[in-house]
């Protein structure tokens, strides 16, 4: 008989176990989780650390060279240079 409850009990701590271990939180499925989470944010770092690259190599270009600040003012501002003639066309029938 003694046998008998001691095998329930044991049989009924390893079902505990098992559930902590698969089920609860810190356990196998919320790692699992995790892992997806973080791979998520690292995807994400890395195009935004591409996009600050790109950001930081336009301001370099903007405080160093005139080039690129003459390139926008053309294409934001419609601005011409002294001696050029400036050319609109437009396409038939555009208002």
Same mark, same amino acid.
């Given at each position: 008989m003694?046998?008998?409850?001691? #095998?329930? +009990?044991?049989?009924l701590?390893?079902?505990a176990? !098992?559930w902590? &271990?698969?089920? =609860?939180?810190?356990?196998?499925s919320h790692?699992?989780?995790l892992q #997806?989470? +973080?791979?998520?944010a690292e995807a994400?770092?890395? !195009?935004?650390? &591409?996009?600050? =690259?790109?950001l930081?190599?336009?301001v370099?270009?903007?405080?160093t060279g005139?080039q690129?600040?003459?390139?926008?003012a053309?294409n934001?501002l419609g601005m011409?240079?002294?001696g050029e003639t400036?050319?609109?066309?437009?396409?038939?029938?555009?208002?």
């Open positions: 003694h046998r008998r409850i001691a #095998t329930i +009990v044991l049989a701590m390893l079902l176990l !098992q902590r &271990l698969w089920v =609860a939180e810190g356990g196998i790692t699992l989780a #997806t989470q +973080v791979q998520v994400e770092i890395e !195009q935004l650390s &591409l996009r600050n =690259a790109r930081a190599a336009e370099q270009d903007l405080e005139s690129a600040i003459e390139g926008r053309r934001a011409i240079a002294n400036f050319y609109l066309v437009v396409a038939p029938g555009a208002e």
